[in-house]
């Protein structure tokens, strides 16, 4: 019988290539996101190439509600879900003062709160079962604070430290929680995120969904901890920590600014 993963935020980039890889691997799928439509047309390409069994969920995981009914759905229908990819995400650019407090919100509930409802529900079941692996998906963003992109650098520094904290947590039991941090690629995130004029992304070329969906499913099935995407992005990264933050944080400030 083959192995289930639930991956959120499987209409496009990240989520999308990593649906693929896994069904490659043998793995049947649950997707979610809020466009069906998307969703449907991969699913039938999934189930054309490679015969897996694809489950489609429609919905807004920035809603609680919603996240519970899905896990409810899926416990309804004895689905077991071995590996869980909490991918879905967005960020938004732009002075704290000036940005919508209301998507702000929903980036939180999103980034933070369905992660760690996911996390809560299926990390437990996993650790009954001794078996099971986890990505999360952070960023970059996690090692530094981001001006002009407050909200989600912070979303995604709790999605890092939640996630290591956990690792240690399951260290033993046969589950293992892997953190995925991409550097900016090429996706739906940039313009979803109004980034596409910074000078972080601006006439840079960027890895493919597609290369850091690979680069984290590796990272997952090899149980590593974290897994930073990109030589440079390992620098910055690791140059983070021993640089004083301030002068770190008037950095990215730059960065971020348009060009
Ligand atoms: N691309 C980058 O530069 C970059 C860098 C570092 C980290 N990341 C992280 O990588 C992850 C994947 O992003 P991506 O780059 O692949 O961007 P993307 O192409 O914009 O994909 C985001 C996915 O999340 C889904 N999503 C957004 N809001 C949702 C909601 N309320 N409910 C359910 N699903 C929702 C989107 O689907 P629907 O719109 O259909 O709902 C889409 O499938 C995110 O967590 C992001 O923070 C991206």
New binding site residues.
Partial sequence: MNKTALI?????????ELARIFAKNKTDLVL????EN?LTALSKEIINSTGVKVKVIS????VLNNCIDLANELRNENITIDYLIN?????NLGFFTDTDLQKEI?MIN??ITALTYFTKIYAKEMKLRGAGKILN?????AFQPGPLMAVYYAT?AYVLSFSEALANEFNGTGVTITTL??????????S?ANMNNTKLVKGRK?PT?AEVALFGFNAMMNGKTVAVQGLMNKIGAQSSRFLPRKFVTSVVRKIQETR
Avoid at 32 to 35: G, P
Avoid at 87 to 91: V, Y
Avoid at 181 to 190: A, D, H, I, M, Q
């Fill in positions: 959120t935020g499987a209409s496009s980039g990240i989520g999308l979610v996101a809020r466009s998307k919905k807004d995981l920035s991918n879905a995400g967005f960020g929903e999103l980034n998906v952070s960023s970059t963003a995604k941090c991409p550097g900016p690629t090429e996706s739906g995130f940039l979803a960027l969904s």
